[in-house]
């Protein structure tokens, strides 16, 4: 059975969430039946099978500023998909999973750099 994990939304950050076509009780990372990893964020979607994730750790205490939306790092190609301040997870991947973002990005929840 496929499982879905939400996003833990801040409630307070809505108005810059609302650009990006966010769903509260549809967006999040879904781990399907037939062996897929997707991450979606409302017109955003990430998919790769699972077999290509080496690896994940929580990450906490983003700035406020810095901690919402859509972003790609300069740091390491990682990938952010962020909806609260407070904590994410960091996805590892085997190989770099492309996305409509340009290059091809790692996925880095909630986070700047992983």
């Known amino acids: 059975m496929s499982q879905h994990f939400g996003y833990a939304i801040d ?19 879904t ?12 017109r955003f ?14 990450t906490r205490n983003y700035r406020w500023w810095t901690a919402f939306g859509i972003r790609t790092s ?3 190609d990682g990938l952010s998909l962020g909806t609260n301040r407070d904590g994410g997870v960091c996805v ?17 929840a909630h986070r700047d750099r992983c």
Do not use: M, W
């Open 11 to 29: 409630k307070r950050y809505l108005p810059v969430l609302f650009p990006y076509g966010l769903q509260r009780e549809k967006d999040g990372v």
């Open 31 to 42: 781990l399907t039946d037939e062996g897929s990893f997707v991450a979606t964020f409302g």
């Open 45 to 58: 979607t990430l998919a790769t099978p699972r077999a290509n994730i080496t690896g994940a750790h929580i």
């Open 74 to 76: 300069r740091v390491d």
């Open 92 to 108: 590892h991947f085997a190989e770099r999973v492309p996305s409509k973002l340009g290059q091809k990005r790692s996925l880095c």
